[in-house]
T-cell receptor
Framework: DGGITQSPKYLFRKEGQNVTLSCEQN?????MYWYRQDPGQGLRLIYY???????QKGDIAEGYSVSREKKESFPLTVTSAQKNPTAFYLC??????????????FGSGTQLSVL | QQQVKQSPQSLIVQKGGISIINCAYE??????FPWYQQFPGKGPALLIA?????SEKKEGRFTISFNKSAKQFSLHIMDSQPGDSATYFC??????????FGPGTRLSVLP
């Protein structure tokens, strides 16, 4: 089955630690996205990538970094500069680039908590 | 300009009743309005979507009503079932834009 796989399901971060969330898709989609979800809030865009080796900041990119070395992979690193990292992180993809009025396909998410 | 407002924040409906969730937007560049359904611990999934050239779209028990002049759209769930209990997000998209999501509505359908 085609889809988006996120891992791990749960992740704990210590003070001053960087952690990396994995996102892999086998849909052959060009564009991939990272969203942050906090209770009672909508999804907020962290970063997106429309093509390999290129990515753009979203609305809340501070304290996060990404890479897109392969079409199917878009890992997100939560750095120690992100002071409030506890949230549910969602990876998504679309067939083409952003703003094309396409269906967003989501992974099952990673819950990140601070120890 | 980029905000999508959504109400109510939470909704409790009896089984068989009608659930109605409302959204409003400001950015006239938006031309695609999807609704996503999310169950606890899962990622959202597309439920139904509408473009502004029509005023209503129906898929089974789910209907979107769209009012372009008022910049408002709503989701109606007919004959609501306990299995519909989830969080619903409206969203807006347009050429050159990023998806903008409403804050979500937590729906509980009582058996």
């Amino acid at each position: 089955d085609g889809g988006i796989t996120q891992s791990p399901k749960y992740l704990f971060r210590k003070e001053g630690q960087n952690v990396t969330l994995s996102c892999e898709q086998n849909l052959n989609h060009d564009a991939m996205y990272w969203y942050r979800q906090d209770p009672g809030q909508g999804l907020r865009l962290i970063y997106y990538s429309q093509i390999v080796n290129d990515f753009q900041k979203g609305d809340i990119a501070e304290g996060y970094s990404v890479s897109r070395e392969k079409k199917e992979s878009f890992p997100l690193t939560v750095t120690s500069a992100q002071k409030n990292p506890t949230a549910f992180y969602l990876c998504a993809s679309t067939q083409n680039g952003r703003g094309r009025n396409e269906k967003l396909f989501f992974g099952s998410g990673t819950q990140l908590s601070v120890l | 300009q980029q905000q999508v407002k959504q109400s109510p924040q939470s909704l409790i409906v009896q089984k068989g009743g009608i659930s109605i969730i409302n959204c409003a937007y400001e950015n006239t560049a938006f031309d695609y309005f999807p609704w996503y359904q999310q169950f606890p611990g899962k990622g959202p999934a597309l439920l139904i979507a509408i473009r502004p050239d029509v005023s209503e779209k129906k898929e089974g028990r789910f209907t979107i009503s769209f009012n372009k002049s008022a910049k408002q759209f709503s989701l109606h769930i007919m004959d609501s079932q306990p299995g519909d209990s989830a969080t619903y997000f409206c969203a807006a998209d347009g050429y050159g834009q990023n998806f903008v999501f409403g804050p979500g509505t937590r729906l509980s359908v009582l058996p």
